[in-house]
């Protein structure tokens, strides 16, 4: 529910601020306030952004990023997981997992997505690259990869984002606890088990 000067659903008026567009003006409501006040005071309609949530998923598929093949799988399942959960809230959604990627999945054809990725050699920056060709309207990008992935390697995958875009990085880390660091334009979740992943969801870390 971010506030827009450019959407069709209106939501409340404002003052006029330089550099608004005067086509937002409303003339009626402005010679009202201005007859009650002290000089010309101009209002303007302000919006709701109802652009409609687009989540993607990218999920690390190299080899190096993960300590065991145990890890990589339950960063497969985290990656699943989430993608029906996105699917099951009527969400737009995008999936990256390596050479294998879906764009608008039906539930069976995103877990297919899953059960089909393997350690492929994609570094997380190139397949986040790769994320933002494919959907470039994407609102909420979550980048899911192990333990040895460093954080400048999130940041190297982040630069292929626009600015505007929330992302998350959520590293599987098995044995460890949840825990949360937050930088510039991107939070980093870690987690421990893939039963974590419910009380991160709703702790509103993620979607």
Known sequence: RDISMSDLAFHTLRDYVPGDDRRYI??????????LADGERFMVRQFLDTRRSHIAVVTDVERA????DEEFEVALSVGAS???RALADEMDLTLVCGEHAAMQPPPHLA????SRADYD???LAAATGRLNHLA???SVVILITGP???????QRARSFLPREVATLALRVNL???ISLQDSVGLTLVSIGRLADLPRVLAGGQLI
């Open 148 to 154: 040895n992935c460093g954080f400048t390697e999130f």
């Open 136 to 138: 470039p309207d994407a």
């Open 121 to 123: 050699g994609w570094e």
């Open 175 to 177: 044995g460890s606890r």
């Open 111 to 114: 877990l297919d997505t899953y």
């Open 26 to 35: 409303h003339w009626r409501s402005s010679a009202k306030y201005s007859g």
């Open 82 to 84: 989430i993608a029906i």
């Open 65 to 68: 990023s993960y300590n065991s």
